[in-house]
């Protein structure tokens, strides 16, 4: 997790350009020094501001999602009640199960023309395009086979009563139609960010976020159960798809399709083959939980835990987000060979990873039960001890994932595929006993799990070092001093939030964000050394520093 203090060449470039000239030259034009200004601000001529402008880009976007989220998930529970809500839960994780199945064409798009950035064989990358696009069509029939299976079986397996098998079956379709329809939309996108050019969509995507959670509420209005929610999903998709696809149109004037030959397409689908799997096993990692609480459990706990997992998973998850809007830019320096520079953007991307995980983290425990009272009822609380192993499940995923997604840059995937198989297919052993036999419910869920992924946890840093040169005695030297400021945080907030209580949503608000200053300091001197501080604060001036715009 130690990182250089020095100046990295992407600030060396910013510093080249961040000249802003004569004051005279200012004073001359006051009437257009504003918008010169912002024009700097927003210039996107280095790569440190493209990363901080996808980052921007994917924070808004999932901002959007957790407010709408928010908003929906009570609408939801009203709307489809805490019976079917489970069932809606189970659902959405068997799709995103059944989603391997598509081949992820979109995966390997976004992976191969991130290392194509600096080429203009447009043609090439036009073939690209065409190679995805068969791909998906080689894996439909397959797709539509598994979503034939699952749209039968699915009441069964949710424990559905028969006068409601019907209405089950036509949701689970729907959501099969929608994960079709998804994988060919997610084209234009993957080229986008494959281009690192996804701070493009800006404004558009987030506004269409709101627009589905629109759809979503007008389905439960007019009370159509999960029909109606499901069907909202599709339409989502569709506008999504079509907003992508002049987005890019717009910004990467190459794109379209050319038909490849063989050897592209058996390449593509080499690739496609690893993204496939790979996604299968990320999806028995981060999905699994309710499927096991489901069966093994009782579908109404998954209710609790889904509720009480929503703040913290949607809060410190937004910087696995943010680091995946970047990872294109990554993608481009690692592809130029630029190993030393790599290394130093992967630590910071892992300092900054630890230091958000653990301040929302905390703030997270110490208001979560209001947080819940507040916004469906405290009844639906899971409790301190499962809130506490719910957000360190989270934190150390996120932190996982970090090293996953680097790992997809390097485009030799084998080796964390088959990692990610045995720890996932570990998690689930674990989880099932705890569940299943010991009765421990949400408490051997989250046991189960993170014992699973803590083969991950050593496993992708080791493979991250192979690559880059590092050795993993080096990382793991810098880990006991952020590890024991985190847990120290972490067990100490729960007994403090037994005697804390607010009443209304603005005095929520308002002691969250005192929460979070004060333990944004706390964590940022106790967790990090002097050099990684100085590293972080450098970071950030290169991000907001104007950049000349000529």
């Not at 994780?93 to 059944?98: D, K």
């Not at 079509?242 to 717009?250: D, G, N, Y």
């Not at 809007?325 to 990554?330: D, K, M, N, Q, V």
């Not at 993993?472 to 847990?487: D, E, G, W």
Request: glycine fraction near 10%.
């Amino acid at each position: 997790m130690r990182a250089e203090a020095q100046p990295t060449e992407i600030d060396s470039q910013i510093d080249s350009q961040a000249d802003l000239g004569p004051i005279k030259e200012a004073s001359a034009i006051p009437l257009k020094r504003p918008s010169k200004t912002l024009s700097r601000w927003f210039s996107d001529k280095t790569l440190t501001k493209r990363a901080s402008l996808n980052g921007l880009a994917a924070l808004l976007d999932y901002a959007a999602h957790v407010l709408v989220g928010f908003i929906i998930q009570p609408v939801l529970v009203t709307g489809l009640g805490p019976y079917f809500y489970g069932v809606w839960q189970i659902l959405d994780r068997l799709i995103g199960h059944m989603s391997a199945a598509s081949g992820r064409p979109g995966q390997a798009l976004k992976f191969t023309i991130a290392h194509q950035q600096t080429s203009t064989d447009y043609e090439e990358k036009r073939r690209n395009v065409g190679s995805a696009v068969v791909v998906w069509l080689v894996f439909l029939p397959v797709l539509a086979a598994i979503g034939g299976l699952l749209t039968w079986f699915t009441p069964a397996w949710v424990k559905a009563p028969n006068e409601f098998s019907a209405s089950v079956r036509l949701a689970t379709a729907l959501l099969v139609a929608d994960l079709i329809l998804m994988s060919l939309a997610d084209v234009p996108r993957s080229v986008l960010q494959g281009e690192n050019l996804g701070y493009k969509r800006m404004g558009l995507s987030t506004i269409l976020v709101f627009v589905g959670g629109g759809f979503t509420a007008v389905a439960m209005y007019f009370k159509t159960g999960l029909i109606g929610a499901a069907a909202s999903e599709v339409a989502s998709t569709v506008l999504t798809g079509l907003l992508f696809v002049r987005i890019v149109r717009s910004y990467a004037p190459w794109f379209g399709i050319t038909m490849p030959g063989w050897a592209d397409v058996r390449r593509f689908f080499g690739l496609s083959w690893w993204f496939l799997v790979w996604r299968l096993v990320n999806q028995l990692m981060m999905a699994s939980d309710v499927i096991v609480l489901g069966r093994l459990y009782s579908v109404g706990m998954v209710t609790h835990y889904t509720l009480t997992k929503y703040a913290a998973e949607s809060v410190i998850s937004l910087v696995a987000i943010t680091v995946f809007g970047i990872a294109p830019g990554l993608g481009g320096i690692i592809g130029a060979g630029k190993t030393r520079k790599a290394i130093r953007v992967r630590s910071e991307i892992m300092m900054g990873t630890w230091l958000i995980a653990t301040v929302m983290g905390a703030t997270i425990l110490l208001w979560n039960r209001c947080f819940i009272r507040l916004w469906v009822g405290e009844k639906y609380y899971a409790g301190s001890i499962p809130a506490l192993l719910i957000t360190l499940m989270v934190a150390q995923l996120v932190l996982i994932r970090n090293d996953a997604n680097i790992i997809d840059l390097t485009l030799n995937l084998r080796h964390k595929v088959l990692t990610g198989t045995l720890s996932a297919t570990m998690s689930l052993v674990f989880a099932s006993v705890l569940v299943g036999v010991f009765h421990w419910g949400i408490v051997g869920l989250c046991l189960g799990f993170m014992v699973g992924r803590s083969i991950l946890s050593l496993g992708y840093p080791w493979l991250v070092g192979r690559f880059l040169g590092i050795s993993l005695y080096s990382q793991l030297k810098a880990v006991p001093r952020p590890a024991c400021t985190m847990m120290g945080l972490f067990l100490l907030v729960p007994y403090l939030s037994r005697s804390l209580t607010v009443s209304t949503w603005i005095g929520l608000i308002l002691s969250a964000g005192v929460t979070v200053a004060g333990v944004s300091l706390l964590a940022f001197y106790a967790g990090l050394s002097g050099d990684q501080r100085q590293c972080i604060l450098q970071r950030i001036r290169a991000m907001l520093r104007p950049v000349r715009v000529d």
